[in-house]
Nanobody, 123 residues
Framework: QVQLTESGGGSVTAGGSLTLSCETSGRAFGELTIGWFRQPPGKERELAAAITYTGKNIYYAESVKGRFTISRDNAKNTVTLQMNNLNPDDTADYSC????????????????WGQGTRVSVSL
């Protein structure tokens, strides 16, 4: 069983930055593709960014390209999402999810989920 623990959410003003972390346990980290999903209030959940288990392939939603950076630290079993130049449209509940040997963008491959962390961006 894979456990995922998110940290780093909070409230910022527009233009600010936040760093989200997702720490995993229960399975070899090198087998896990990690995705950061977000669900804005009243909207559907979307995949914001993903990094494959090899670290070689990275995906960003168009809405976050150039502002968000996803990275993984295999020594710490952690994936980090650096979010810069935040705007109110980034307000959402953010969750990380793991897909064993996942391709990255295939949503159905994400099987394990964290509890989520809230990000609020105000003007």
């Amino acid at each position: 069983q894979v456990q995922l623990t998110e940290s780093g959410g909070g409230s910022v003003t527009a233009g600010g930055s936040l760093t989200l972390s997702c720490e995993t346990s229960g399975r070899a980290f090198g087998e896990l593709t990690i995705g950061w999903f977000r669900q804005p209030p009243g909207k559907e959940r979307e995949l914001a960014a993903a990094i494959t288990y090899t670290g070689k392939n990275i995906y960003y939603a168009e809405s976050v390209k150039g502002r968000f950076t996803i990275s993984r630290d295999n020594a710490k079993n952690t994936v980090t999402l650096q979010m810069n130049n935040l705007n109110p449209d980034d307000t959402a509940d953010y969750s990380c999810s793991a897909a064993p040997y996942g391709e990255g963008t295939r949503i159905y491959e994400y099987y394990y989920w964290g509890q989520g962390t809230r990000v609020s961006v105000s003007l």
